[in-house]
């Protein structure tokens, strides 16, 4: 079992620009969910994605959106790059209605950096 | 809104002393809380959570609602131990984890 797998690991882009970040669920997970940790921070929670829909979301302005696919892995997109989103992003999948954040398992995240 | 609150940026300690994380939480609901841990170049892991009642790795941690802390605990720190620790929580039914702002460990040989 892979776990959690995140793609690219690594990105540059540049103000302005779009990206999309993709992950694929550990094996049985049904729920992803997206954190932005940027450096020498903790994660943030951006949004969870269950059942093709965004069930949750934190605060992030409408630039950062997301999308499930029917095999429940998933894309965020972030818009309009701002030098602030340089960080790393983290995808964590899980098995809901587990409703615990406890059963999630972390990818190994994708880089971002905006220049 | 929940709030986690880890007070020690950093942590030095030495081969075989204690160690001791402080985590303290603000939430009116139920939360669950959980300690996660970074080695360095790895992914994020979850080390413990209240439920479980476990011990991982000799680490232990007990959920004390009256004060609202839920402290970290290992009584002889290994060089292995070297890694940023989040403390976090969740409110139960929700599934999104709110986190502290990490303790750097460095265990000295």
């Known amino acids: 079992d892979a776990g959690v797998t995140q793609s690219p690991t690594h990105l540059i882009k540049t103000r302005g620009q779009q990206v999309t970040l993709r992950c694929s669920p550990k094996s049985g997970h049904d729920t992803v969910s997206w954190y932005q940790q940027a450096l020498g921070q903790e994660p943030q929670f951006i949004f969870q994605?269950?059942?093709?829909?965004?069930?949750q979301r934190g605060n992030f302005p409408d630039r950062f959106s997301g999308h499930q696919f029917p095999n429940y892995s998933s894309e965020l997109n972030v818009n309009a790059l701002l030098l602030g989103d340089s960080a790393l992003y983290l995808c964590?999948?899980?098995?809901?209605?587990?409703?615990?954040?406890?059963?999630?398992?972390f990818g190994s995240g994708t880089r971002l950096t905006v220049v | 809104a929940q709030r986690v609150t880890q007070p020690e940026k950093l942590l030095s300690v030495f081969k075989g002393a204690p160690v001791e994380l402080k985590c303290n939480y603000s939430?009116?609901?139920?939360?669950?809380l959980f300690w996660y841990v970074q080695y360095s170049r790895q992914r994020l892991q979850l080390l413990l959570r209240?439920?479980s009642r476990e011990s991982i790795k000799g680490f232990t941690a007990d959920l004390n609602k009256g004060e609202t802390s839920f402290h970290l605990k290992k009584p002889f720190a290994q060089e292995e131990d070297s890694a940023m620790y989040y403390c976090a929580l969740s409110d139960y039914g929700n599934n999104r984890l709110a986190f502290g702002k990490g303790n750097q460990v460095v265990v000295i040989p």
């Open positions: 964590a999948s899980s098995l809901a209605p587990l409703g615990q954040g406890g059963g999630y398992t």
């Open positions: 994605y269950y059942e093709e829909e965004e069930r």
């Open positions: 209240h439920i």
């Open positions: 939430y009116s609901g139920s939360p669950e």
